[in-house]
Structures are given as C-alpha cells and as structure tokens.
C-alpha cells in the first residue's frame, strides 16, 4: 500500500524520542469524539449568530433596515454603524471591513449580524433586514484586472545579472504561460467562533491556528487594553491556512454580538456559508520567458507573475512575496529577473492556503522546465539534473545555498525508486507525438499512460525578516510537583504539534514526556510565540522549546551540584529546586541566525534559514474517450532535516501531496458574475479514497544545525510538488501541453480539439 | 409538532422527542450534547456524522428523527465504550489515521462496521467502504494503513 520509510543519514547518536513515532497524545481523543472541537463548546446560556451577506460582487448599499417586529423577539442586530471602533481587522494592514459600509466587494461579503436564542431563530432575525443595493460595475477574474489597470495590492520585484542581455545572446528562447485557479481549504470542521465576557474581559473561543492574530484584531477594533481580551483555541478539525486570517473576522463578529447581547454567542458556519465567505487560494498567471544554452543549461529567467488577491488585501502582499522567492524554483541561474502583483478583483478575499503562493509559481516553472526539456531535446530528469541548484549555488536574491541543499539528492532517490525515465521515454515512444486518438469512439482501448516528474523546494519559516522581527517567545517553568510545564500559542490543527513538542522537549531536556505538560494555547496563559503557519511551528517554536527546558534542566542541575546532591530522577530534584524558592521559569526568544539578513526593500540576501526540498513522480492513466484522468500512484520523496515523528511527518506528506493532487484534476471554485456555481460539497469536488492515488513518502534526513534536533519546516512543502508532477504525467500521457490547473476532462477535450484544429 | 420515538441509543432505551424531521444529527449533538459526531457538510456528501442505524452506516444529517423509532442507534461514543474496539482505535491511532480528527468519528464508525463485516478487508473494500468519507489531512494512506492488514512496509517507520 504504501512504503513511506527513511534514508538514516549516518549515525545519529542518542536522540531518545527523536525519530520514533508513538501514538499522537490526542490521537484517542479525537478518535473517540472526546476531542472539544469550536462547535462542540457546551456554554451556559448560549446563543447563536447569523450573517447577512451581499448577493452582489460590488454595489452600493442605498438603504439598510432591520425591522425588530418581524425578528424573532430579543435578536440583536448589529451594522457598520453600530460598530464601536475602528471597522477593519488588523492583519498586515486593516483595510479589510468588519461589516461592509456603504459598499460591498464581494458575493459574500458580511453586511449585519445578528444574535437570537437559538439557531433557527438566528437566521430567521436575517429576514427582519432590508437591503436595496445598487449594482455597480464589478471586475470579476485576473483577465480583467490586468485590463482594468487599477493599482495592484502589492507589487515586488527580483533581480539579479542582466536578464535581457542574457535572453539576447542564448541559443533558445522559451515562453509559457501557466495558470492555477482557486482552492478552497474544505478543511471537514468549519469555521466556528464563541464569545462571552468573564470576570471583565471578553472571552473568544474557537478553530484556529493563530490565536494572538484574533487577539490582535479584537484589540485593534474594539480598543480594549489587551489583557481585557482573552483568545483560546479550541481543537481546531483543519486549517490549511483558512484558519490564519478569517478567525480574526468571525472572531470579531462573534466577540461583537456578545457584547450587543449581553451574553455568550456562538457563530458556527455551515458548509455553503464556509465556502462562499471565506478565503482561499490566489488564482495565478505565471508568464516565463527562459534562454537556455543549447545542452539545456539555463541561461536567463524572465517572470511575470499575477494573482488574483480578492476584494481586499488582507495577506497577499506576503503571499506575492513566497511565490516570487520561489517562482524560479530550486535551479541554478546567473540571470533572473521576477516581477509580481495582486489585483484586486470583486470576489472573496484569498488569503493564507498551504504553500502560500509557492505552490503557484513552482507549478509555472515545473512545466516550464518540461518545455525547456523538449526545446533542448532532453528528457525531464536531464534537464533538472543539470540545473538544480546545489550546495554554494546562490538563489536571485544572492543567498548562497549551504550544505542543506537537497534537491539533487531528492532527484537522484525518487528516480531511483520509480525508474521514472525509462517510464517517460517509454511511454513518449508509445505515443508517439501528436499520435493518442482521444474521442474518436474506437472500442476496447486501454487507457492512455503517462508519468510525470516535479522537482521542488519550499523556504521553512516566515519570509525575510518576519522570524527577526517577532523574537518569538516561548515560556517554561517548573510546576511544584517538578513537572517542566511549557507554553506556547502553537495551535494543533492535524500537523502533530502535540506530539513533535513533547518528543522535543523530552530529549531536550533529559526528561521522560510523563515530566512535561503543555499549556493550552490560551492569549491569557501563554506568551505570543507567533502563528502556526509557515512551516514554522516545529522548527522555530521547537527550537525556542528545545532551549527553555534545556536551561531549566541546566539550573536544576547547577542547583544539585551546589548542594552536593545526588541527582536522582529528575522530577523529584526539580520538586525539590522549586521547594526552595529558586527561580522556576524562563522565557526564551527565538534569535535569528546572524547569516539570515535580508533586505525586503531591494528583495537581497537570506529570504529564509533555509529550505525543505521535495521531488515527485506521478503515474497516471487517462481514458481515451472520457478524457478522465486516474492518478494512480504518486511518490514524494522529501529532504526534512531530521523528522523528530517519522509517522506525522510523513502524514504531512501523504496529505499535502493528495491535496495538491485534487487542486491538480478536481478542485475548481467556478464563479459566474462573481456568484459560486458550487458552494457546497456535492459540487465542490475534494478526492475521496476512491479517487486518491497510492502515494508512497520518502523520507530523506540531513540534519540542519539551525533546527531542533536537525529538523526543518515541512508542513507546506508536499502542496508544491504534486500539481506539476500529474500534469508532466497527463503530458506524457496524452502528448497534450498542460498548461492549467485543474486537468478537469473538459479542459483536456478542450486541448485536444484546439490541437487538431492547429494540425488541421 | 412534536414527536416521541423510542430508540436504543448506544446500548440503552432511550426516549427522543422532537420535531418528526428534525436531523437525528441535531437530536444527538445539540439534545443530547453526544457531540462526537460532526457536522461537516449538511447535505450526505462529507460523511463527519456518520453513525449507525441498525448496525449500518448511516448519514445522520441525513436521517430525520421519525425514521429512528424502534431502531439501534450507535454513536461515536458507544464506540469509546466497547472494549473489543479499543485494540482498533489503538492501532487506527498509531498508524496514522488521525490528524486534525474533525472527519475521524465518522471515518472510525465507518470503519469499524466494515470490520464487523470483514475482519481483514482487501484493500479495495476498504477503499470502497470509505468513498463516503471525506478526510482532508491524511490523504487516506494512514487510514488505509489501520484498516489492511497486509500493507506492506510499515509508513514513516525509522530504517535503522
């Protein structure tokens, strides 16, 4: 089934937990239903909210009445103009509306909120208001945006050699254009938020990965003095991104609406509210011009790349600014120019989504390599190989690769394992070019085979200074019992925090995981030690914890030492160090490496630590007359640094590469004047098991000094590698140029047609 | 409009009175705070509330109370308490199956009515059996890992 398993990377010593996989510590919990999940909360008098929303991509809002007498009796209400502060939630900026005023944006977008007694009678106090919009004109896709001219929501731009004097004088010239379109998250559990007020402050309660982004926004807009705000999160049923920036919305609506009701109230969407509302994955265009020498040396890279940020900004700007760091994938060139934007369209804002823009330019440069490899006449393992960047390489912005450079040993393992370019030219031949009759109605024929090869990085932590900038504290302290209590606003949203931080605090420390507990990720009780995003949770927030319990365990033994005594089992030795009044609790910061400068204005120097690396090959089938596309197996084989829970780890892989697998054949957000056309899970198509392929993990280890234990980021990484491996697969498959995500049959008719069109 | 049906709920008589077409998801979750059963869609197509009606899988956004009277009805819950289902959950645990855990109480009730069916189900039925259970985290290779016994090298395990 599948033969997930890891390449050891010499000797490792005695690392004690690190490396073994034991069951997840709420593994049962959830599997029992135990686990309390945001709409799983029992509160005392709890009511419920609902949304009014805008049917229109962008109107004028005329008039906006709520009628008590036809609301269910006691509903509050609550408009722009009832807010009591500032109306935008705080992220980069807070340009992004609570409550729409005066204008929508967006299908979609919030315009009231209400709160009644129970649920039905929440939306029934939804039919009380009354709304005359007028329709303005709206800008709709990327197309017409880019038409439109309007100033972009973020811009950036990279360059390094003499990009146009290079194209001049290369031997070929290569151009394409790639594009990608929406994903939504369909994390299963969605968004839901609980407010009330206790003991003078306001209590906000629910999913998400990043409670000091809500405390943040609900500090900002409703001007409490910050410990008057509390933020807990909840088991949190998905993330994926969804749950970085729309909490901070919902938590606000919800905080607000127990303010106005004087009571605790619950908003807690249902699957058509989730999908319409919130953000999801930027669309993107992805224009390469690439010189390459004539024995398919890269000479000279020239990108253009545009995504689609929605209504409003929120996070595009740092979403622009991964995908252009990572939109000349993990190659070697002395030439390369990148320039990006986001433009504004009427539809929902897109936002945070596993990957964060990377996922979009490495598809572009992925199939632009495989173009490459056909000018050049090489295969797409030849022309990787190379190019791919390697140890002392330096990426455009001049960071120079250290040793924990992999791509070529990814490369080299996952062709290894697969056999991959026997496969492909095996299957080129077959073909034959041109030669697949796709539709043509001739019986018993065997579906069509193709396999497809992605070689790809991802930068482990936040973007450029961001890591710098926050110092990210994490507190531990020794309880009197001589258990390290550690706290951090690390969320677990799936990826296993709660079980890579104990596995990483235990061998830190010396100490068995029964001697450690961990603080709910709760504003009131834990420092703010950033947001779970980024691939940053277990390197960065791991490596701060590895720090903190290691100097507790220090002092316990300094302390022993100074008193002559014994050692002993620790626990009873840190019981006795508190007993005497000693210092029990540390808070340690995250200190950024002195190497990692980056300059954001000129986008020069070290974006990031460093990076994960990842190559896949995918196998598909694809049947001539339906132009269906089966994936059959993918293999990821991922250079991690050291994977402190190889199960987890490789969990990480397993599942971002299926849905990276789904955004490259079913997932599609169809829009149509801006309204969804499938808001709702019998339409908006995620892969079953039926529809999933065997996906096979390798692990590969070269532990890196700057991570705990060796380990680097790799949450986000398997989200880049799978859409450009099954469109190299359907390629080879069908000899049809993939240009666009997802392959849906239709697309690939499509393609078809216009090519035989073109042969005549 | 108000109806009363008798159920054995989780191994006990149980009395629910509701409205006759009141979601049997709505009657456990917020009547009677079994809250292990999730809501993931609203409309049969995720598979989070799955629970089971006469020892059989079902969609319990989708079954109205009135259908329930004089049936068994097994939750998550019943699951937790049944001992012969512990070895499962243990072993559905250490293999992977579980991430964020929103889609879990469906897939584990799904799960293990298959394998009261078919003690070691082909790989295939189980895939079969799981087509009505979204899971968003795993990609279903873990999931896979707790149901078919004869999977071949163990995920993730360290090459020593």
Redesign the interface.
Known sequence: ????????AGERGDLGPI???P??P????????????A??L?VAGLWFGATLRSPHPHARIAALRFDPARAPEGAVALTARDLPGFNGVQLIDDEWPILADGVVRHVGEAVAIVAAPTRVAARRALAAFDVEYEPLPAVLTLEAAAAAAAPPLAEVEIACGDVEAALAAAELVVEGSYRTGHQE??????QAMTAWEEDGALVVAGSMQCPYYVHKALVHALGLPPDRARVRAT??????GGKEDYPSLIGLHAALLARAAGRPVRLAY??HEDIVATTKRHPAEVSHRTGVAGDGTLLALDVEILLDGGAYRTLSPVVLSRAALHASGPYRCAHVRVRGRVLATHTAPNGAFRGFGAPQTQFAMERQMDRVARAAGLDPYEVRARNVAGPGDRLPTGQTLDDSASARLCLEEVERRTGFRERWRRHDAERGRGGVRFGDGAEGRTPARGVGLSLYFHGAGFTGNGERRMRSPVAARLLPDGRIEVLTAMTD????CAAVFPQIAAAAAGVAEEDLVFAEPDTGEVPDSGPTVASRTTMIVGGAIARAVSELRRRVDAWLAAHGEEPGPFRAAAARYVAAGEPAEVVVHHETPEAQRFDEERYQGAAYPTFAWGADVAEVEVDPDTYAVRPLRVTAVCEVGR?I???????QV??????AVGWALLEEVKLEGGRYLND???TYI?P???D?P??D?H?LERPWEGGPFGAKGMGELPMDGGAPAVAAAVENATGLAVEEVPITPERLFDLDRAGRRERG | MSVTVRAVLNGRETELTGHPMERLLDVLRDGLALTGTKEGCGEGECGACTVLLDGEPVLSCLVPLVQCDERRIDTVEALAGEPRARAFLDRFVAAGGVQCGACTPGIVVTAWALLEREARPHVEAVRDALAGNLCRCTGYEGILRALVEEGPAESGEKAR
């Open positions: 089934m599948t033969g997930t398993d890891t390449v050891p490396g073994t996989s069951p997840r709420d593994g049962l919990a959830k599997a029992t239903g135990a686990a309390v999940f709409d799983d029992a998250h369909i994390y299963i559990e969605c088991a949190v049923g998905g993330g994926f249902d699957r949203m799936g990826q296993g994977a829970h190889p199960r987890l780890c490789a969990g397993e599942g971002g590469t299926l849905q709702r899970l019998a995620i079953t098991a039926r999933a065997r996906i993990v692990l």
